[in-house]
């Protein structure tokens, strides 16, 4: 017998063996995962995603955004209609993208987008946000590039990322680290020393200038006029040492000037509330306590317009 | 040089091929730390003169491969080895892919009659090298990559660090450097064992060691035989006078740290280890009651061991000696503050659990045999890859040794 044909036929056969047994284990975990652990949480950008493609509720006022977003506006303290679909590190094009798939919806209800002051932007925020939708044409048009080519094979795409999601269930079921409420997860804890020392950075440190990416304002312009829907653009609460770190803040002044013209759009601006320290997780993001204050000032204001609908008890 | 008939002509090829080695090594690796000294000293006699750094860039494994040539070179000087005259097949035994970056550092007696082998395609060498490759890879990305993430953010930032975080990521630092270089090691031998190449195993569970020469038969063991054996032994070893034999030590381990890396915190942490195999020596030789009590006592000589090499690790992971004073400072100043936040680092507390977690598995990994001589290799393959897969972290970080 030939030693080289034995051999490859025995190694043909171990793998044979081990790669099959391998990849319906895995593909099976991936599947309860995904179903218990990744879609059965509320905070996790992947759920929110999930939630937005496949989940139509007529009465939800949806809050899209970045952190600001997520870790700003609690839902229930706005309205009970509310939800959270603010993503930790995305920028316009998610927004954009969650707004574009909320238009093609059959709902009459506002819609709050938390506009950020550094300008219109490009973010995608963690790779484990698309991993579910790997295979969605739709989100593999927009995100897909980000990808490995490892996260798009069933059985192995959620190498590194099974901790990230656990995590994310983690805290809403036991709310440990952070405060959850409809998709919003708010910063328990305050480390004031490393926020005074961020504070104090700032105010060292060389301004940047704000561009706004040209492409995505358009797109702004085009989905807020192909509504009646109203779109509610709130700048969150933040830092007044922030505003040391910008050139020229007036590009956005100029932004809100542009599509305040349109009659279904309007603009609350908070960053001028001078909030106390206590308040804030970072010079950019308001924490728990912040984020009450915050989102009962928001409600109110938003009342004072009868935008939002009356609950019905 | 092998045929050179003259000593006197034996010695210059030596030197010559000692100083191309070692000062191609030097210029790459220890010029910047030289000129950084050198205008220290220029600095605080007011001598208004800086040398300029040359910022070369590190070759990869430059550490490595210098010395694997420069053991073939001492072993034909010294008659041990016959000269290789097939000029590819000593190129593949300094170049050889899987050991290349970050050892073993074989020997060329070991290796070239290895290269010389037929490759087959043998099952028992596939198995077995898959199992040696997929355990490296549980303790590079499972253990390794996941302990860094504590470690770094806690050394990050040392000012804001709690006493008790500091304690736990100088620990988690000694398992994590464990696990990164001893992964590498176990991925490179699976490699060479794919071709049929045996190549030497450089890590034996050092961290189980019950005294400080057991420890360096366990830990990097490529390196430490390389040093005792063109180092010390030649310096004289231990067969010479007391005083002499700790010379011989101290300075072994010395060049030993300072072969790590261009920083004095490298060359202490070889220093402490040196201050420990003297000590241990000495106090072998000392007949008291309590000593000989603590001598047969083998799991608290381990934790003493480890918690010794845990104080030299913090010299080895510090970014300088202020750094290094910062963290015991630290430790021996305890500040008792047990915030949960702080003692979870950035990264929370399920990072922390499943850093914990790993050094776990590390740990019932160690109930396998120590050459991996399983019943069942598909078993500890398909065990071994779902835990990577579940457990592991997408590479964020290189190998440590890559550096040196």
């Known amino acids: ?313 | 040089m092998e045929q050179s008939a003259k000593q006197k002509n034996k010695k210059m090829y030596l030197f010559l091929s000692l100083a191309t080695n070692l000062g191609l090594l030097f210029s790459f690796k220890y010029l910047d730390f030289f000129i950084q000294n050198t205008n220290s000293v220029l600095d605080a006699a007011h001598v208004d003169y800086q040398v300029a750094y040359m910022e070369l860039l590190l070759p990869v494994g430059i550490s490595f491969y210098t010395f694997q040539t420069l053991s073939y070179t001492i072993d034909v000087y010294n008659g041990k080895l016959k000269a290789e005259t097939h000029f590819g097949k000593f190129a593949v035994f300094v170049s050889f892919w899987p050991q290349l970056v970050a050892g073993p550092i074989e020997r060329a007696a070991h290796l070239l009659p290895e290269l010389k082998k037929r490759i087959s395609l043998k099952y028992e060498n596939i198995v077995w090298g898959t199992s040696k490759i997929i355990y490296g890879f549980f303790k590079k990305v499972v253990i390794a990559d996941r302990l860094s993430l504590y470690v770094n953010s806690i050394y990050g930032d040392v000012e804001n660090a709690s006493s008790i975080g500091i304690i736990i990521a100088s620990v988690f630092f000694a398992f994590q450097i464990y696990c990164d270089f001893s992964g590498y090691s176990d991925i490179a031998i699976g490699s060479a064992k794919l071709l049929g190449i045996d190549l030497m195993e450089n890590f034996k569970r050092p961290y189980l060691a019950n005294s400080f020469s057991d420890f360096w038969k366990r830990w990097h063991i490529s390196l430490s035989s390389w040093f005792r054996d063109y180092v010390y032994i030649p310096l004289g070893g231990n067969r010479t006078f007391v005083w002499k034999w700790h010379y011989n030590l101290f300075i072994t381990f010395i060049i030993s740290g300072f072969w790590h890396g261009a920083n004095w915190t490298f060359i202490i942490w070889g220093g402490l280890h040196g201050i420990y195999q003297i000590i241990e020596n000495i106090l072998k030789r000392i007949n008291l009651r309590s000593l000989n009590w603590f001598k047969k006592q083998l799991y608290l000589r381990q934790i003493v061991v480890f918690l010794l090499v845990v104080f030299a690790w913090i010299f080895f992971r510090a970014t300088n000696f202020e750094q290094a004073t910062q963290v015991l400072a630290k430790i021996i100043y305890f500040d008792y503050d047990f915030s949960i936040p702080k003692i979870c680092g950035y990264k929370g507390p399920l990072n922390l659990f499943l850093s914990f977690f790993g050094i776990g598995l590390l740990f019932l990994s160690y109930q396998l045999d120590i050459n991996l001589k399983l019943k069942n290799h598909k078993v500890f393959i398909l065990v071994g890859l779902l835990v990577i897969l579940f457990l592991g972290k997408n590479g964020e970080s290189e190998f440590i040794y890559f550096q040196f």
């Open chain 1, 1 to 313: 017998m030939n030693l080289y044909t034995s051999n490859f036929k025995k190694i043909a056969q171990f793998i044979g063996v081990v790669l099959p047994l391998f990849f319906l284990v895995s593909i099976c975990v991936e599947y309860f995962f995904e179903k218990e652990i990744i879609f059965g949480n509320k905070i996790s950008g992947a759920s929110k995603i999930n939630r937005m493609l496949n989940v139509s509720d007529e009465n939800e006022i949806p809050i899209f955004g970045s952190s600001r977003a997520q870790g700003g506006f609690v839902p229930d303290l706005i309205s009970a209609y509310c939800y959270n679909y603010g993503i930790d590190g995305t920028g316009d094009n998610v927004i954009l993208f969650f707004l574009e798939n909320e238009l093609k919806k059959e709902k009459n209800t506002p819609i709050i987008i938390n506009f950020d002051l550094n300008g219109i932007s490009d973010g995608y925020g963690d790779n484990n946000n698309y991993v579910p939708f790997s295979n969605n044409k739709a989100i593999d048009e927009v995100f897909g590039k980000r990808l490995f080519f490892y996260q798009k094979i069933s059985g192995i795409k959620y190498y590194g990322e099974f901790e990230n999601y656990l995590k994310y269930y983690l805290n809403d079921i036991f709310n440990l680290t952070k405060k959850t409420n409809k998709g919003g997860s708010f910063e328990l804890n305050v480390d004031t020393i490393s926020l005074s020392k961020e504070i104090k950075k700032r105010k060292r440190k060389e301004k940047y200038e704000i561009i706004n990416n040209q492409v995505l304002y358009e797109k702004y312009i085009e989905l807020i006029k192909s509504t009646n829907r109203n779109i509610i653009f709130v700048v969150a609460p933040i830092h007044q040492s922030y505003f040391y770190s910008i050139e020229n803040i007036e590009i956005i002044w100029s932004f809100f000037a542009e599509i305040e013209k349109n009659e279904n759009v309007f603009i609350f601006n908070f960053s001028k509330e001078n909030y106390s320290n206590n308040l804030f997780f970072n010079t950019t993001h308001i924490n728990y306590e912040g984020a009450k204050i915050f989102s009962k000032s928001l409600r109110d204001s938003l009342s004072k317009y009868y935008i939002l609908p009356q609950q019905h008890n």
